[in-house]
């Protein structure tokens, strides 16, 4: 995990809180149908959580999104250069 450079939306002096991002978790998991199933959601989250391209434990250095909430959505990819990580 990697925690020494800003990632590409912020600043290094910016995160979130665990409790924040479970809160954003949380009011998407609300709406099931615009939600990946849970079994691809913790394949994403796995993948991310191998990256090294993951800052902070939460944020994407490519395209600086909290990765909990960016693999909720089924019409998100893994924005890694080369190809996702993502399977499927």
């Known amino acids: 995990m990697q925690t020494s450079s800003p990632c590409k939306g912020c600043s290094a002096d910016v995160h979130a809180t665990r409790e924040q991002i479970e809160k954003m978790v949380r009011q998407i998991s609300r709406f099931p149908e615009a939600c ?46 080369g190809g996702s990580r993502w399977a499927g």
């Open 36 to 81: 990946v199933p849970d079994e691809v959601y913790e394949s994403r989250l796995a993948a991310c959580s191998s990256c090294p391209s993951l800052q902070y434990g939460s944020t994407c250095s490519h395209c600086g999104c909290f990765v909990e909430v960016r693999a909720k959505f089924p019409d998100k990819t893994c924005p890694a250069p």
